[in-house]
């Protein structure tokens, strides 16, 4: 079997060896990414202690790396151009930041080893660019499927872990003989690492088929496309989607409803002392009060008086007025007839006393 190399030459090396070259690269990559890390957690830290503001404000590794090897020792901010390494708001909070910093003075020598570390990870940080291309071109030319599937370096990990392409394809997709998690060199693949921690059994189980079909179409197969991967790869999220939206809405053709989640409900950890415990007396709080008050307006309606219409008097002739008159007349007349009897028997009584009294007297 012929396999074409990265600049489109054919050449008439074996799968096998081109497939060794692949994972030794895969290999190395790595070995690359954890020096890269060490390298920069150590210059960051070694910096730190002279200018230990600038790590919070420049996130991005390169960008500091290259801006600590322009700027050496804190001092030099403000006459320093950053503009090539760090856009304009960072680079003015950079300048700010130096002016109050509250790092230490650190000797010539050691900004002379900070920089030479910088140095060093800037140069790593290009090869193991350089090499990443040069991994995607070989693993776009062996096994086209394949990367399009679980991407460039996790291909390149399964390949070197079985020791060839072709190897590889007498592999099962998975087996269940194995404790959990049970993902394996898969689970970097960047389709199970965008899946929620639920589903992400079953979207390395899915994706798992699919490699499994797509190396053996790549080893064995005559093709160099990618189409199969394509297809499969558009299945796969296809059905991400649909797992993740599951708890979301409703299946058609079912009347139950999804798993809601819960409503975050923050409950303080802090308490508070309750007062009312030190009062045996019955006590209604004013709350409570308030709102039977509120239910009571609202229970009574209330009731709008309305002016009764005034009634006009009515009319009547002047005789029956007259006749009204007689009898009031009448009765005053009577009752000082009755007033004048009175004082007369009362003057006939002093009048008539006997003899006997008044010698007495």
């Known amino acids: 079997m012929v396999c074409s190399s990265v600049t489109g030459v054919t050449s008439l090396m074996g799968c096998s060896s081109v497939t060794g ?33 600038v790590g919070k404000i420049i996130t991005d590794n390169l ?20 503009s090539e390494h760090l856009p304009e708001e960072v680079e003015a909070e950079v300048k700010l930041a130096a002016e109050i910093s509250m790092g230490t003075e650190v000797s010539e020598e050691d900004i002379g080893n900070i920089m030479h570390l910088c140095d060093q990870v ?3 940080t290009e090869y193991r660019t350089q090499l990443y291309d040069y991994l995607k071109n070989r693993m776009m030319a062996i096994a086209p499927n394949l990367t399009v599937m679980v991407g460039e370096l996790v291909g390149a990990r399964l390949i070197s872990h079985a ?16 404790d959990t998690p049970k993902y394996g060199l898969i689970y970097h693949a960047s389709l199970v690492g965008q899946t929620s921690a639920k589903n992400k059994g079953k979207i390395s189980r899915m994706l798992a088929a699919k490699a499994s079909l797509a190396i053996r179409y790549d080893a064995l197969g005559e093709d160099t496309n990618a189409e199969m991967g394509v297809e499969n790869r558009a299945k796969l999220e296809a059905r991400l989607r649909h797992l993740e939206e599951k708890g979301i809405r409703r299946i058609s ?31 209604v709080s004013k709350k409570r009060k308030f ?18 219409p005034k009634k006009e008097p009515v009319e009547e002739p002047e005789a029956s007025t007259a006749a009204e008159e007689t009898p009031k007349k009448k009765k005053k007349k009577s009752k000082k007839a009755e007033e004048e009897a009175m004082d007369v028997k009362e003057e006939e009584e002093e009048a008539t006393v006997s003899p006997t009294e008044e010698v007495r007297s």
Not at 63 to 82: E, F, P, Q
Request: net charge neutral; charged share 30%; glycine share 6%.
């Open 21 to 53: 070259v692949t994972s030794i690269m895969g290999s190395l990559l790595d070995d690359l990414d954890k020096e890269l890390n060490n390298y920069i957690m150590r210059c960051r830290e070694w910096y730190g202690w002279h200018f230990p503001e």
């Open 63 to 82: 960008a500091y790396c290259k801006s600590v090897r322009k700027i050496g020792a804190r001092t030099n901010v403000a006459t320093t151009d950053l």
């Open 122 to 124: 800037i140069e790593i």
């Open 163 to 178: 020791g060839s392409l072709l190897n590889l394809a007498k592999h099962p997709a998975s087996t269940t003989r194995r």
């Open 253 to 283: 053709g079912t009347g139950k409803a999804m798993a809601k989640s819960d409503k975050y409900q923050h409950r303080s950890d802090v308490k508070v002392y309750d007062p009312s415990g030190d009062s045996t007396l019955p006590s």
């Open 291 to 308: 709102e039977e008050v509120e239910e009571e307006e609202v229970a009574t309606p209330v009731t709008v008086k309305t002016k009764k």
